[in-house]
């Protein structure tokens, strides 16, 4: 039992290391405005892969938590967008004041 418990913990931390990089590759494949539907379905079957071993594992008695050392990836900054210049009106120019001289 025990090498089972081992077997599926170690698959279901293989499953999450693999899981985040089609989730790269899936947001990539977005941001280029592809089509990202094959890797959507891949993520979905490794999902329920996952569900099924993790409910095997509870079910041999193992409730500790799987750490993954890759687990956490950095969001991005997001994007600044351009400000639109204003366009220059005859109120909104400012120009130098003259003085007149006495």
């Keep these: 039992m025990d090498n089972r418990v081992n ?3 170690r698959t279901i931390r293989a499953l999450r290391v693999s899981m985040l990089e ?7 494949q977005i941001r280029r405005d592809e089509d990202c539907s094959f890797v959507a379905q891949e993520i979905l ?24 050392k890759s687990f956490f990836i950095p969001r991005r900054r997001p994007t600044r967008k351009p400000v639109a210049a204003r366009p220059l009106t005859h109120g909104s120019v400012s120009r130098p004041t003259l003085a007149a001289r006495a």
């Design 7 to 9: 077997e599926i913990r």
């Design 22 to 28: 089609a989730e790269a590759i899936m947001h990539e």
């Design 45 to 68: 079957k490794m999902r329920s892969v996952m569900s099924v071993l993790a409910k095997e594992r509870v079910a041999l008695g193992d409730d500790e938590p799987i750490l993954v």
